[in-house]
């Protein structure tokens, strides 16, 4: 199936610095959603966004819907130990309705070092 | 948000028996989903489970291998057929709540299996 190009793939920073991580697709998605996954546990849903263009922010995260509807980017802003974990992107192509599926970015390991 | 409880958390099982992984939902959701997630790779679509119907199934799964059931709109079942190791691997449930441009997909917190 199709993928979405997440990059990152890895990221070793220090506590403190700015995060930022992006996906990008080759066809247009409709809904973009930023997951984080911590060990052992289910993907956490950060951000969700639903129009081209939308910023939208959940406190030090902040997450774009690109113009062109091909891609979006998350940041963190003076990252802290408890973000350690790994960041999914996923793009849903149709509104509404019943057929909900999304597709996954490959993940973003990040590592904060205190 | 919907909170869905997921069971068992982990298993470790013996080639060729299945287990079946349980997953409950506190709030009525309009889609149940199960993802399978390979070690160090992102998701993927098992199926959609349907209520009181036959789930639908991605290219590449078959009920045979992965039997679904979901007889009502908070509770869905993934059977994992005769196991191999190739199947070790996280499973995860999934329900999407909400409506329209405020529908949204919630986890559970996946079912790690390990087959020997």
């Known amino acids: 199936g199709q993928q979405l190009n997440q990059s990152p793939q890895s990221m070793f920073i220090q506590e403190g610095e700015d995060v930022s991580m992006n996906c990008t697709s080759s066809?247009?998605?409709?809904?973009w959603l930023w997951y984080k996954q911590d060990p052992g546990e289910g993907p956490v849903l950060l951000i969700a966004?639903?129009?081209?263009?939308e910023l939208t922010s959940n406190g030090r995260l902040t997450a774009q819907f690109g113009i062109t509807r091909k891609d979006s980017f998350l940041n963190i802003s003076a990252s802290i130990p408890s973000d350690v974990g790994i960041y999914f992107c996923?793009?849903?192509?149709?509104?509404?309705?019943?057929?909900?599926?999304?597709?996954f970015g490959k993940g973003t390991l990040l590592t904060v070092n205190p | 948000s919907a909170v869905i409880s997921q069971k068992p958390s982990r298993d470790i099982c013996q080639r060729g028996t299945s287990l079946t992984i349980q997953c409950q939902v506190d709030?009525?959701?309009?889609?149940m989903f199960w993802y399978r997630q390979q070690p160090g790779q992102s998701l993927t679509l098992i199926a959609t489970?349907?209520?009181?119907?036959?789930?639908?199934?991605e290219s590449g799964f078959v009920i045979d291998k992965f039997p679904i059931s979901r007889p009502n709109l908070t509770f869905s079942t993934l059977t994992v057929s005769n196991m191999s190791p190739e199947d070790s691997s996280i499973y995860l449930c999934?329900?999407?709540?909400?409506?329209?441009?405020?529908?949204?997909?919630?986890f559970g917190s996946g079912t790690q299996l390990s087959v020997l």
């Open positions: 999934s329900a999407a709540s909400g409506w329209g441009l405020n529908e949204k997909l919630f």
């Open positions: 996923a793009g849903r192509k149709n509104s509404g309705g019943s057929n909900y599926k999304l597709t």
């Open positions: 489970a349907n209520q009181g119907s036959e789930a639908t199934y």
């Open positions: 709030s009525q959701v309009t889609m």
């Open positions: 966004l639903y129009k081209a263009g």
């Open positions: 066809s247009i998605f409709n809904t």
